[in-house]
């Protein structure tokens, strides 16, 4: 009797792994691509359109108050207020890096789908058992790759904001 444990072996068709892996990543990368795209596009066009309208407000001349407060002058604040958050979250969240890398990990996992069932490329003339080795590996090295990226977008965007916290105390 052998004291020896014997590893399972497990045997994961492609088929398999690109739908249980490959596929679900990719809706999950464009689903995040384009939730973070769309904040990127908001808080833009939001400081663009303010930053063009304080200076054309602030030439505005107006007497027109309410309650006592000059209606202009509180647009132009309001307005002003407005863009500097927007400006100033976008530094803390990194929606546009984040966008671009979401994006070009989703389509880089649907371009190596494709090399490898095409057997073109890094696939061409490599056994199935070695082409869907190399598949998985760079799959898997894409996902992590993607994976060390939003970290480091996400560790910016901490120490982004501790530093703005550490401006604000001193």
């Given at each position: 009797?052998?004291?020896?444990?014997?590893?399972?072996?497990?045997?994961?068709?492609?088929?398999?792994?690109?739908?249980?892996?490959?596929?679900q990543?990719?809706?999950?990368?464009?689903k995040?691509?384009?939730?973070?795209?769309?904040?990127?596009?908001?808080?833009?066009?939001?400081?663009?359109?303010?930053?063009?309208?304080v200076?054309?407000?602030?030439?505005?001349?107006?007497?027109?108050?309410?309650?006592?407060?000059?209606?202009?002058?509180?647009?132009?604040?309001?307005?002003?207020?407005?863009?500097?958050?927007?400006?100033?979250?976008?530094?803390?969240?990194?929606?546009?890096?984040?966008?671009?890398?979401?994006?070009?990990?989703?389509?880089?996992?649907?371009?190596?789908?494709f090399?490898?069932?095409?057997r073109?490329?890094?696939?061409?003339?490599?056994?199935?058992?070695?082409?869907?080795?190399?598949?998985?590996?760079?799959?898997?090295?894409?996902?992590?790759?993607?994976?060390?990226?939003?970290?480091?977008?996400?560790?910016?965007?901490?120490?982004?904001?501790?530093?703005?916290?550490?401006?604000?105390?001193?």
């Open positions: 009797m052998s004291n020896s444990i014997e590893a399972p072996q497990y045997q994961l068709t492609p088929e398999q792994y690109i739908s249980d892996r490959v596929e990543y990719r809706a999950w990368y464009d995040k691509a384009m939730r973070t795209k769309s904040c990127y596009m908001w808080m833009r066009t939001v400081s663009v359109i303010g930053g063009a309208l200076p054309v407000l602030a030439n505005i001349s107006s007497k027109l108050e309410i309650s006592g407060v000059p209606v202009i002058q509180a647009l132009v604040t309001i307005i002003s207020l407005s863009v500097v958050i927007m400006v100033s979250l976008e530094s803390v969240f990194h929606y546009r890096e984040q966008w671009k890398n979401y994006r070009s990990t989703e389509q880089l996992l649907g371009h190596e789908k090399l490898f069932y095409s073109v490329g890094r696939y061409d003339g490599l056994s199935d058992q070695d082409a869907f080795r190399l598949f998985v590996r760079r799959v898997e090295e894409s996902i992590s790759s993607e994976n060390a990226a939003t970290l480091s977008v996400m560790t910016m965007a901490s120490e982004s904001a501790d530093a703005a916290k550490g401006a604000r105390t001193e």
